[in-house]
Protein backbone atom coordinates (compact mmCIF):
# COMPACT_ATOMS: atom_id res chain seq x y z
CA UNK A 1 0.00 0.00 0.00
CA UNK A 2 2.58 2.49 0.51
CA UNK A 3 3.97 1.80 -3.04
CA UNK A 4 0.61 2.97 -4.02
CA UNK A 5 0.25 6.25 -1.54
CA UNK A 6 3.63 7.11 -2.62
CA UNK A 7 3.76 6.86 -6.70
CA UNK A 8 2.58 9.74 -8.97
CA UNK A 9 0.54 6.66 -10.60
CA UNK A 10 -2.16 6.79 -8.50
CA UNK A 11 -3.97 9.70 -7.25
CA UNK A 12 -6.42 7.86 -4.78
CA UNK A 13 -5.59 4.59 -3.05
CA UNK A 14 -9.19 2.76 -1.03
CA UNK A 15 -8.68 0.14 0.71
CA UNK A 16 -11.37 -2.34 2.19
CA UNK A 17 -10.47 -3.44 5.47
CA UNK A 18 -12.74 -5.13 8.53
CA UNK A 19 -11.20 -2.03 10.94
CA UNK A 20 -9.66 1.13 10.28
CA UNK A 21 -6.01 0.95 10.18
CA UNK A 22 -4.03 3.66 12.25
CA UNK A 23 -2.93 5.37 8.91
CA UNK A 24 -3.33 8.96 7.33
CA UNK A 25 -2.72 9.77 4.18
CA UNK A 26 -4.09 12.49 1.72
CA UNK A 27 -4.61 10.02 -1.06
CA UNK A 28 -5.64 7.19 0.74
CA UNK A 29 -9.81 6.31 1.55
CA UNK A 30 -10.33 3.57 3.84
CA UNK A 31 -13.69 1.81 3.35
CA UNK A 32 -14.56 -0.90 6.55
CA UNK A 33 -16.82 -3.29 5.08
CA UNK A 34 -18.22 -6.51 5.44
CA UNK A 35 -17.00 -9.16 3.30
CA UNK A 36 -19.97 -11.00 2.83
CA UNK A 37 -21.92 -8.11 1.43
CA UNK A 38 -19.20 -7.40 -1.43
CA UNK A 39 -21.68 -6.64 -3.90
CA UNK A 40 -22.67 -3.85 -2.37
CA UNK A 41 -19.96 -1.71 -2.27
CA UNK A 42 -19.85 -2.25 -6.41
CA UNK A 43 -18.84 1.94 -6.62
CA UNK A 44 -15.40 1.81 -5.47
CA UNK A 45 -14.78 -0.97 -8.23
CA UNK A 46 -14.74 1.59 -10.50
CA UNK A 47 -10.90 1.89 -10.83
CA UNK A 48 -7.87 0.69 -12.70
CA UNK A 49 -6.39 -1.74 -10.51
CA UNK A 50 -7.69 -3.86 -8.25
CA UNK A 51 -5.10 -5.62 -5.80
CA UNK A 52 -6.29 -8.47 -3.98
CA UNK A 53 -4.32 -10.22 -0.89
CA UNK A 54 -7.07 -12.39 0.61
CA UNK A 55 -6.07 -15.47 2.22
CA UNK A 56 -6.37 -17.14 5.43
CA UNK A 57 -5.03 -20.29 6.96
CA UNK A 58 -7.20 -23.77 7.91
CA UNK A 59 -6.26 -22.59 12.19
CA UNK A 60 -7.65 -19.31 11.19
CA UNK A 61 -11.10 -20.51 9.53
CA UNK A 62 -11.03 -23.44 11.64
CA UNK A 63 -13.21 -25.22 8.97
CA UNK A 64 -12.38 -26.13 5.25
CA UNK A 65 -15.87 -24.13 4.18
CA UNK A 66 -14.83 -21.14 5.66
CA UNK A 67 -11.60 -21.30 4.01
CA UNK A 68 -13.23 -21.78 0.60
CA UNK A 69 -15.13 -18.90 1.61
CA UNK A 70 -12.29 -16.57 1.76
CA UNK A 71 -9.64 -17.78 -0.31
CA UNK A 72 -11.91 -18.49 -3.44
CA UNK A 73 -15.34 -16.91 -3.03
CA UNK A 74 -14.32 -13.69 -1.97
CA UNK A 75 -11.66 -13.63 -4.57
CA UNK A 76 -14.20 -14.72 -6.84
CA UNK A 77 -16.67 -11.65 -5.73
CA UNK A 78 -13.98 -9.47 -6.00
CA UNK A 79 -12.73 -10.39 -9.68
CA UNK A 80 -16.41 -10.33 -10.74
CA UNK A 81 -16.80 -7.13 -9.59
CA UNK A 82 -13.38 -6.20 -11.19
CA UNK A 83 -14.56 -7.31 -14.71
CA UNK A 84 -18.13 -5.75 -14.58
CA UNK A 85 -16.97 -2.09 -13.78
CA UNK A 86 -14.25 -3.12 -16.50
CA UNK A 87 -10.98 -2.47 -14.57
CA UNK A 88 -7.94 -2.51 -16.21
CA UNK A 89 -6.01 -5.47 -14.15
CA UNK A 90 -6.74 -7.60 -11.56
CA UNK A 91 -3.64 -8.67 -9.30
CA UNK A 92 -3.76 -10.96 -6.83
CA UNK A 93 -1.85 -13.23 -4.11
CA UNK A 94 -1.87 -17.19 -5.27
CA UNK A 95 0.41 -19.58 -3.42
CA UNK A 96 3.19 -21.48 -5.04
CA UNK A 97 1.95 -25.50 -5.89
CA UNK A 98 -1.33 -23.87 -6.81
CA UNK A 99 -3.12 -26.76 -8.47
CA UNK A 100 -6.82 -27.40 -9.14
CA UNK A 101 -5.82 -31.24 -9.58
CA UNK A 102 -3.55 -31.14 -6.09
CA UNK A 103 -4.31 -33.68 -3.37
CA UNK A 104 -3.50 -30.95 -0.97
CA UNK A 105 -6.89 -29.38 0.12
CA UNK A 106 -4.80 -25.71 0.55
CA UNK A 107 -3.14 -25.99 -2.92
CA UNK A 108 -6.06 -27.33 -4.59
CA UNK A 109 -8.41 -24.16 -3.94
CA UNK A 110 -5.80 -22.22 -4.83
CA UNK A 111 -5.56 -23.76 -7.64
CA UNK A 112 -9.00 -23.79 -8.36
CA UNK A 113 -9.26 -19.88 -8.05
CA UNK A 114 -6.48 -19.25 -10.39
CA UNK A 115 -8.67 -21.64 -12.95
CA UNK A 116 -12.01 -19.50 -12.09
CA UNK A 117 -9.78 -16.65 -12.69
CA UNK A 118 -8.73 -16.94 -15.72
CA UNK A 119 -12.09 -17.68 -17.26
CA UNK A 120 -13.10 -13.83 -16.67
CA UNK A 121 -13.03 -11.04 -19.27
CA UNK A 122 -10.76 -8.95 -17.37
CA UNK A 123 -7.77 -7.14 -19.88
CA UNK A 124 -5.02 -7.89 -17.55
CA UNK A 125 -5.07 -10.16 -15.18
CA UNK A 126 -1.69 -11.01 -12.76
CA UNK A 127 -1.59 -14.22 -10.53
CA UNK A 128 1.93 -14.14 -8.07
CA UNK A 129 2.62 -17.76 -6.72
CA UNK A 130 4.91 -16.61 -3.90
CA UNK A 131 6.65 -19.28 -1.49
CA UNK A 132 6.65 -18.97 1.98
CA UNK A 133 6.09 -15.19 3.00
CA UNK A 134 8.98 -13.54 4.90
CA UNK A 135 8.08 -10.62 7.53
CA UNK A 136 6.17 -9.00 9.82
CA UNK A 137 2.41 -10.00 10.49
CA UNK A 138 -0.05 -8.95 12.91
CA UNK A 139 -0.48 -12.84 13.97
CA UNK A 140 2.16 -14.88 15.50
CA UNK A 141 2.18 -18.09 13.32
CA UNK A 142 4.34 -20.62 14.62
CA UNK A 143 4.51 -23.18 12.05
CA UNK A 144 5.87 -20.43 9.72
CA UNK A 145 8.03 -18.80 12.09
CA UNK A 146 10.21 -22.33 12.49
CA UNK A 147 10.06 -23.07 8.77
CA UNK A 148 11.14 -19.81 7.98
CA UNK A 149 14.18 -19.98 10.60
CA UNK A 150 15.12 -23.19 9.15
CA UNK A 151 15.19 -22.05 5.10
CA UNK A 152 16.62 -19.23 5.50
CA UNK A 153 19.49 -21.00 6.77
CA UNK A 154 20.01 -23.36 4.41
CA UNK A 155 20.17 -21.02 1.20
CA UNK A 156 22.22 -24.22 -0.58
CA UNK A 157 18.93 -25.96 -1.08
CA UNK A 158 17.51 -23.43 -3.25
CA UNK A 159 18.98 -24.03 -6.52
CA UNK A 160 17.95 -25.31 -9.95
CA UNK A 161 14.36 -26.19 -10.54
CA UNK A 162 14.54 -25.68 -6.44
CA UNK A 163 15.12 -22.08 -6.57
CA UNK A 164 11.17 -20.96 -6.40
CA UNK A 165 10.81 -22.76 -2.95
CA UNK A 166 13.16 -20.07 -1.59
CA UNK A 167 11.32 -17.88 0.99
CA UNK A 168 10.41 -14.44 -0.01
CA UNK A 169 10.07 -11.46 1.46
CA UNK A 170 6.55 -10.04 1.52
CA UNK A 171 7.31 -6.73 0.53
CA UNK A 172 9.30 -8.23 -2.66
CA UNK A 173 5.50 -9.19 -3.70
CA UNK A 174 4.16 -6.11 -3.42
CA UNK A 175 6.78 -4.79 -5.76
CA UNK A 176 6.40 -6.81 -8.12
CA UNK A 177 2.80 -6.15 -7.72
CA UNK A 178 3.15 -2.44 -8.14
CA UNK A 179 5.36 -3.29 -11.19
CA UNK A 180 2.90 -5.26 -12.98
CA UNK A 181 0.10 -3.30 -12.43
CA UNK A 182 2.03 -0.02 -14.19
CA UNK A 183 3.56 -2.34 -16.90
CA UNK A 184 0.04 -1.99 -18.93
CA UNK A 185 0.20 -5.78 -20.21
CA UNK A 186 -2.73 -7.57 -21.32
CA UNK A 187 -3.44 -10.84 -20.74
CA UNK A 188 -2.95 -13.52 -18.40
CA UNK A 189 0.12 -13.28 -16.26
CA UNK A 190 1.27 -16.38 -13.50
CA UNK A 191 4.31 -15.63 -11.82
CA UNK A 192 6.54 -18.14 -9.78
CA UNK A 193 7.89 -17.28 -6.58
CA UNK A 194 11.70 -17.20 -8.45
CA UNK A 195 10.02 -15.07 -10.92
CA UNK A 196 8.72 -12.16 -8.57
CA UNK A 197 12.20 -12.02 -7.24
CA UNK A 198 13.30 -11.15 -10.47
CA UNK A 199 10.52 -8.82 -11.38
CA UNK A 200 10.84 -6.85 -7.82
Known amino acids: MTLLLESDVYKRVTIFVRRKLPIEHEKLQQVVIDFNELEA ?15 TTMKKAKTKQRFIKVDYEYTMRAATLAEKCHVKS ?8 ANPQSP ?7 GETEEALQRLAI ?3 HIFRPSLLLGDRQEFRLAEKTAEWVLCRLPFLFVGKWRKYKPIEAK ?4 AMFYAATSCQKGIHIYESDQVTNIS
Open 123 to 125: KSL
Open 41 to 55: YERYFYVDDVFSCLG
Open 90 to 97: FLTVSAIG
Open 172 to 175: KVAL
Open 104 to 110: FFYNRVK
